[in-house]
């Protein structure tokens, strides 16, 4: 539904774009799309958006087994020594933790310390500012 109104409008983008003197400026004005465009954002938000539930299981799996996130060791242990720790996790199927802490790179409170998901993606932790306030 949300996809065949965005493909309204943009046809009626298209067609007032194109049309020599706004010849069809009148049918876009009567075809509304404005109005088409916001009525499809405010179902998908009531039928989809608000009735997601995060899998918060799955979701700590993916953010353990991220690649990605070794790369914040970088400016403590170089790129040739975290492409090692990528390269080991990935051929032995393992956690980058697990793979720096078997290289004996680093320690495990210091890559823990590093590469802290919530703080490299710059998650507001409200529970943890409280203190400081």
């Keep these: 539904m949300l996809t065949s109104s965005c493909a309204a409008v943009y046809g009626d983008n298209a067609d007032l774009n194109t049309s020599p003197n706004g ?3 009148e049918a876009i004005w ?21 009735a997601l539930q995060v899998d918060t299981t799955r979701l700590a799996t993916n953010v353990e087994n991220a690649l990605l996130s070794v790369t914040a060791l970088n400016p403590v242990l170089g790129y040739d020594a975290v492409a090692r720790i990528t390269r080991l996790a990935l051929q032995e199927g393992i956690t980058p933790r697990a793979a720096a802490l078997s290289l004996g790179l680093i320690d495990a409170d210091q890559y823990d310390r590093i590469v ?9 932790n409200a529970s943890a500012d409280a203190g400081s306030i």
């Excluded at 009567?30 to 608000?50: I, Q």
């Design 23 to 25: 010849v069809f400026t």
């Design 30 to 50: 009567n075809n509304s799309s404005s109005l088409v465009l916001g009525d499809a954002c405010r179902t998908f938000d009531e039928r989809v958006v608000k």
């Design 116 to 124: 802290d998901p919530a703080r490299l993606a710059g998650v507001w």
